[in-house]
């Protein structure tokens, strides 16, 4: 057969970022199909900066008709199940679609419902949430409110998160705004995480551990919050000496999230987490293998970022153009991943690394160091370069200059 038919289920950050750079590698010899349910498109990374009144949430929004690629075709619908053996997914509208390849790419699911009260409570009461885009302007609005005698609690869930340093993002914006308008020493900061330390790399852990005790913030361990009381404005937390109830004025919240039970139970899934089971290094299914997946719903051991899918998706479509071409798949991925960690309005600690929490630095300086220039980064060149590059096939974050994955071409 002359042309591939090529499947991208879920057309956010990973799916689009491979669906434009198979479109331009495949041109007229591929059929490329996303199946992606929403009419928008957000880039996330934003909505720390709209927590902190730097931007608007509309400014992460862009409609998802924009950025499908010229050549590929947009079915507005939901996967509901995964047949590979058969090679078809089945959709919520009840269509059958076949594939030669499946990519996965649908993000995490975010258990609200898993905190009590958290669903009704979000965006009044004081608590909000910059994990979503109906909650993140609140985060601002509900920061500026604070006074003097208040406390604000920031959570970290059990379950391991997108971007594992946004929950302390927002501690840092808001101590920050407080000391500008002069009542810091007047609010208590709370960080009250389900896990054992600041951060999962010990060298930014460490930094950050230091700025929590200058800047007196309570840092909380092992206190993971099951229950939200809005009308008393009280948290609950279990914590290893019991159940503990704790007031707040403002409480930013990070659901517990994981793979959607679609996912979860379908043949994809590794029986350990849940997410879709592919090697660590090709981005192949372990089982089936023309099945890929990257970004946030597969079960890579790294943490889950929209940088992390930049090093990851030309790693994936340069294996899947190899398979096809039956050549070995040498592309490997190393598990670079990237946090930029605000620490303030105008400084920001960039976290590198990559598989077993190894420090992986772009820059000549030591990034543990808190430092303006990547705060520029942050406000001024991702944005820009997430939708004009990576959605469209062109960004490979810190490979796009030096280190491309070479692909051969398909004739
Ligand atoms: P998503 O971009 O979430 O896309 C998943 C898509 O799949 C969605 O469009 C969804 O509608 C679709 N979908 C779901 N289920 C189905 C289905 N059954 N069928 C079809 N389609 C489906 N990353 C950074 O690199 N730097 C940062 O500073 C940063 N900060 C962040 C701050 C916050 C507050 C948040 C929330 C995230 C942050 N991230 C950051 C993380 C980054 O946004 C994600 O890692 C990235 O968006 C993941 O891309 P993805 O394609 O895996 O998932």
Known sequence: KDVTKIVVVGGGAGGLSVASQLEHKFKAKGDIVIVEPSDKHYYQPLWTLVGGGIFSRKDSERNEKDFIPKGATWVKDSVTVFKPEENIVLTKDGKEIDYDYLIVSTGLELYWDRIKGLKENLGKNGVTSNYSYDSCEKTFEFIKSLKAGNVAIFTVPTTGVKCGGAPQKILWLCDDYLRKHGIRDKVRLDFNSAGASMFPVKKYSEVLDKMAKERDVNQNFAHNLVEIKGDSKEAVFETPQGTKTVKYDMIHVVPPMGPSSIIKNSPLADPAT????????????????????????????????????????????????????????????????????????????????????????????????????????????????????????????KNTLFNPVKTPEIN
């Open 274 to 397: 849940g997410f879709v089971n592919v090697n660590k290094e090709t981005l192949q299914h372990v089982k089936y293998d023309n099945v890929f997946s990257l970004g946030d719903t597969s079960n890579l051991p790294t943490s889950k970022t929209a940088a992390a899918i930049t090093s990851q998706a030309p790693v994936l479509v340069g294996n899947l153009i190899n398979h096809k071409l039956g050549l070995p798949l040498n592309n490997k991925y190393d598990g670079y991943t990237s946090c930029p960690i605000t620490t303030s309005y105008n400084k920001i600690i960039l976290a590198e690394f990559k598989y077993g929490f190894e420090v992986s630095e772009s820059f000549p300086f030591d990034q543990s160091k808190e430092s303006y220039f990547p705060m520029l980064l942050k406000k001024y060149i991702f944005p820009t370069a997430y939708w004009e590059g990576m959605l469209k096939g062109r960004w490979f974050g």
